[in-house]
Nanobody, 119 residues
Framework: QVQLVESGGGSVQAGGSLRLSCVSSEYTYRYYRMGWFRQAPGKEREWVTSINSDGTTTYVDSVKGRFTISKDNAKNTLYLQMNSLKPEDTAMYYC?????????????WGQGTQVTVSS
C-alpha cells in the first residue's frame, strides 16, 4: 500500500515562507505525475501544482512566481517551496501521486498538512 506523508506546514505571517515535504513509501520515479492540492475551510479542494516524470511543472495562476514544486527521486520526496505567502494561501495542503497499472491509473493522497498565513 502506497503511503504519502506530508510535513512542513505551520503558521506564518504574510510575506513569509514555508517548505512542505511529502515522503513516499514507493519509489517516486514510478509515478507519472506528482502534485500538491489545497483545501480551504468551506471550499472545494483545488489543484495547486504538478510535476511530471520528465520534470515539467505547471502551476495555478494564483501561485505562479511564488511557489516552486520539486522532487528528489533519491529521497522519494516531493517538495513545495512557498514564498511570499498570502492569507488566501491558508488551507490544508495535500500531496498526490499518480501511477499507471495494467488495470488503469490510481491517484494516491497524503493526509494533509495545515498552512495558516496571518495578515
Amino acid at each position: 500500500q502506497v503511503q504519502l506523508v506530508e510535513s512542513g506546514g505551520g503558521s506564518v505571517q504574510a510575506g513569509g515562507s514555508l517548505r512542505l515535504s511529502c515522503v513516499s513509501s514507493e519509489y517516486t520515479y514510478r509515478y507519472y505525475r506528482m502534485g500538491w492540492f489545497r483545501q480551504a475551510p468551506g471550499k472545494e479542494r483545488e489543484w495547486v501544482t504538478s510535476i511530471n516524470s520528465d520534470g515539467t511543472t505547471t502551476y495555478v495562476d494564483s501561485v505562479k512566481g511564488r511557489f516552486t514544486i520539486s522532487k528528489d527521486n533519491a529521497k522519494n520526496t516531493l517538495y513545495l517551496q512557498m514564498n511570499s505567502l498570502k492569507p488566501e494561501d491558508t488551507a490544508m495542503y495535500y500531496c498526490a501521486a499518480d501511477r499507471y497499472y495494467s488495470s488503469g491509473s490510481i491517484k494516491y493522497w497524503g493526509q494533509g498538512t495545515q498552512v495558516t498565513v496571518s495578515s
